[in-house]
Nanobody
């Protein structure tokens, strides 16, 4: 069992940056594949980025490649999403999630068992 809590969301102008953090409870955090998802009003939830338990493999949606960076610190039980060159279309509620499955299923939203409550990111034009 793991509990997740996101922070770092807010309002930023287009072109700006934000760093989201997701703090996890539980001693098994280091064994989970972690992902950042987002959902905008009226749209499907989408995977933004994912990271292997070891941190040595990452996945990014095409829409954020080159702008977002996912990382994790297993000693601090925390996963991060550094977002740069933000665009209005990045506006959404961002969620972190944990999966007990391996990195091969990183893009399968149904493989994630634990979810945070979400943090709002709003990018103004």
């Amino acid at each position: 069992q793991v509990q997740l809590a996101e922070s770092g969301g807010g309002l930023v102008q287009a072109g700006g940056s934000l760093r989201l953090s997701c703090a996890a409870s539980g001693r098994t955090f280091r064994s989970y594949t972690m992902g950042w998802f987002r959902q905008a009003p009226g749209k499907e939830r989408e995977l933004v980025a994912g990271i292997r338990w070891s941190g040595d493999s990452t996945y990014y949606a095409d829409s954020v490649k080159g702008r977002f960076t996912i990382s994790r610190d297993n000693a601090l039980n925390t996963v991060y999403l550094q977002m740069t060159s933000l665009k209005p279309e990045d506006t959404a509620v961002y969620y972190c999630a944990a999966s007990v499955y391996g990195f091969g299923r990183v893009s399968d939203g149904n493989s994630y068992s634990y979810w945070g409550q979400g943090t709002q990111v709003t990018v103004s034009s």
